[in-house]
């Protein structure tokens, strides 16, 4: 690779850095041609770009894309695969599910909304990570649930008041 093709390689992943906000490095030295295309085609299915590259062009991305990816660089040894997705868990749903066939992917780190996991043990919490709209909505639901029960009881309240008065009324 010459240094034209390395620069491009750095912008175009500097670029999904910057687009995607999510991004997994993962391990998958020593797999097989077929097991690799096995996963490129499970990423492609599940709206996940894959994409290979050295550590030092991964590094120099992370540098120009202005973020605080300190951390990640000391997972930057051996082979290297980078998983870019718009939601934050279908990677980390995709290598577990990998993982039932065999021991890799491993996951070296993950970066989310700028959230950083470093090694392999974070794998489940990612799984279950909720999106910035589950979490929204789930907010929302709470803020309006006391509204609703204060309307509700004001309801019945007003209900129970009426009749008091009725019956005073008819005693009269």
Do not use: H, W
Not at 35 to 43: A, S
Not at 139 to 155: D, E, R, Y
Request: glycine content about 6%.
């Amino acid at each position: 690779m010459n240094k034209e093709e390395k620069y491009d390689l750095v912008l175009a992943l500097t670029e999904q850095m910057k687009e995607y906000g999510n991004f997994y490095i993962t391990d998958t030295s020593d797999l097989t041609v077929a097991k690799v295309n096995n996963i490129r085609r499970q990423c492609f299915e599940n709206d996940i770009t894959m994409l290979v590259a050295k550590n030092s062009l991964i590094e120099k991305a992370m540098e120009a894309a202005e973020g605080d990816y300190t951390p990640i660089y000391e997972v930057l040894k051996g082979s290297s695969t980078i998983l870019f997705s718009k939601s934050a868990t279908a990677p980390a749903k995709l290598i577990k599910k990998l993982r039932k066939a065999g021991d890799k992917p491993l996951l070296k780190a993950a970066y989310i909304d700028s959230a950083i996991f470093i090694g392999d043990n974070q794998l489940d919490t990612l799984t279950k990570l909720k999106s910035k709209e589950q979490l929204i909505g789930e907010i929302v639901g709470l803020l309006q649930s006391p509204a609703k029960n204060v309307i509700s009881a004001l309801q019945s309240g007003g209900n129970i008041l009426a009749g008091v008065v009725k019956t005073l009324q008819e005693r009269g």
